[in-house]
C-alpha cells in the first residue's frame, strides 16, 4: 500500500509561483513513476506532469515551459514547481503513483493523494 500526501497549494496572483510537494510512505519510491493531474470545477480531471523512476518527464502543452517536475527519492519527495499562472490553472492538484513508467492516463495510476487547491487570482 502507498500513501500519498501533497501539499503546498494556496491562493496566488496571476504571474506568481507555488511549488507543490508529493510525499510518499509504504513502498520503495525510487521505483515509482508519479504524475500530477488537475481537476478545475465542472470539468474533467487531466493530465499535467509526470516523471519516471529514471527522472525522465513529460508534461501537457498547456504547462509546458511555466511547470517543472523533480524528484528527491532521499525524501520520498516529488515536486510541481509552477511559475507564471495564470487564472486557467485554478484546480484542485493530485498526485498519483505508479511502478517505473510514467502514464499520462488517469486510470493507470495506483494510487491517489486527496489533492491540494491551487486558486489563482487575475
Known amino acids: 500500500q502507498v500513501q500519498l500526501v501533497e501539499a503546498g497549494g494556496g491562493l496566488v496572483q496571476a504571474g506568481g509561483s507555488l511549488r507543490l510537494s508529493c510525499t510518499a510512505s509504504?513502498?520503495?519510491?525510487?521505483?515509482?513513476?508519479v504524475g500530477w493531474f488537475r481537476q478545475a470545477p465542472g470539468k474533467e480531471r487531466e493530465f499535467v506532469a509526470a516523471?519516471?523512476?529514471?527522472?525522465?518527464?513529460n508534461y501537457a502543452d498547456s504547462v509546458k515551459g511555466r511547470f517543472t517536475i523533480s524528484r528527491d527519492n532521499a525524501k520520498n519527495t516529488v515536486y510541481l514547481q509552477m511559475n507564471i499562472l495564470k487564472p486557467e490553472d485554478t484546480a484542485v492538484y493530485f498526485c498519483?503513483?505508479?511502478?517505473?513508467?510514467?502514464?499520462?492516463?488517469?486510470?493507470?495510476?495506483?494510487?491517489w493523494g486527496q489533492g491540494t487547491q491551487v486558486t489563482v487570482s487575475s
Open positions: 516523471i519516471n523512476y529514471r527522472g525522465n518527464t
Open positions: 509504504g513502498r520503495t519510491f525510487s521505483t515509482s513513476a
Open positions: 498519483a503513483a505508479r511502478t517505473y513508467y510514467s502514464s499520462t492516463v488517469l486510470s493507470q495510476y495506483d494510487y
